[in-house]
C-alpha cells in the first residue's frame, strides 16, 4: 500500500525540517511526502532543497488548512492518505502499524492513535489516552477522540465521503472524522504514532483568536448537519 503524507506549511519556521525528517525516518517506506506551502512569506522551497524526494506545491493564495490538505490530496493517487501537521512530529512507527491495521480489517475506513503533547520542543507529556478508546458516530457527536497527526485513511473513502471542507479553518478535521464515521468503522490504535507540538503564545493558526472563536459555532454546525444526514439516511431506506 502506497501512503501519501500530506504536510501543508504556513510560515512553518524550522519545525517543518523536523516533522519531514520524521517522515523520512519511517519504518514503513511505501509513502510519498508531499508539502503545500500555503502562501508563505517564507521560502519553504529553499529550504526543501535539502530533501529532494519530497513533492512541494505553492498555493497562489493563503486557503487555510482543509484546503491545502485537499490541494495534496488532489495531487497524489496513493492508496492511503496520512496527515502531519508541519510542526508536528510522526513517530517512526505510525505508517507502519497503520498500514498493518488497513492489512488486518479491510472494512476500516479510517485509523488514529494516541500521542504526546510536545511543549516548547522540549517537554514531553505523558500519553494523552491512557487506556485505548473506541470511536464511532455516536461517541464522535459527544467529544473529538481523533487528533489529526494520528490519521491514516483510505483514499477510496475520501472519494466516497467528499474533500475536506474547506469553508471551515477550524474543526475541519473534525467534519471529516464524523463523516468518515457515518459510513466507516474507525479503529484506534492504542499506540503513540505522533507528538502534537504547542508553542505557548506562539502564531500557530488555532491559536489565533480570529479563528479560535469560530470553533464552537463550527462544532456545533458540524454536529447538527451529520445528525440531519444520518436522519434523511434513515428515512430514505
Not at 55 to 70: F, Q
Request: charged share 25%; aromatic share 10%; with cysteine.
Amino acid at each position: 500500500m502506497l501512503v501519501d503524507i500530506i504536510i501543508p506549511a504556513y510560515n512553518p519556521g524550522s519545525y517543518l525540517v523536523d516533522a519531514i525528517k520524521s517522515c523520512l525516518s519511517q519504518e514503513y517506506k511505501n509513502y510519498t511526502i508531499t508539502v503545500i506551502d500555503d502562501n508563505s512569506s517564507e521560502d519553504i522551497k529553499k529550504m526543501l532543497k535539502k530533501f529532494p524526494s519530497v513533492n512541494y506545491i505553492r498555493n497562489e493564495e493563503n486557503l487555510g488548512p482543509g484546503a491545502s490538505r485537499n490541494v495534496g490530496i488532489q495531487a497524489t493517487g496513493g492508496d492511503l492518505i496520512s496527515l502531519l501537521d508541519a510542526d508536528d512530529i510522526l513517530h517512526s512507527r505510525k505508517l507502519r502499524v497503520s498500514v498493518e491495521a488497513f492489512k488486518r480489517s479491510q472494512d476500516i475506513g479510517m485509523t488514529c492513535g494516541n500521542y504526546q503533547i510536545l511543549v516548547n520542543r522540549t517537554r514531553l507529556m505523558r500519553p494523552f489516552y491512557k487506556k485505548a478508546v473506541k470511536i464511532n458516530h455516536n461517541i464522535l457527536m459527544r467529544q473529538n477522540f481523533v487528533a489529526s497527526g494520528s490519521t491514516t485513511f483510505k483514499r477510496q473513502v475520501l472519494e466516497d465521503v467528499g474533500l475536506f471542507n474547506e469553508k471551515y479553518f477550524i474543526s475541519e478535521d473534525y467534519d471529516m472524522w464524523v463523516r468518515i464515521a457515518e459510513k466507516y468503522p474507525i479503529e484506534y490504535i492504542h499506540e503513540i504514532l505522533y507528538y502534537y507540538s504547542v508553542i505557548p503564545k506562539g502564531d500557530s493558526l488555532t491559536q489565533r483568536e480570529d479563528v479560535q472563536k469560530d470553533h464552537i459555532n463550527n462544532i456545533n454546525e458540524i454536529k447538527k448537519a451529520s445528525l440531519k444526514r444520518m436522519s434523511d439516511g434513515k428515512n430514505s431506506a
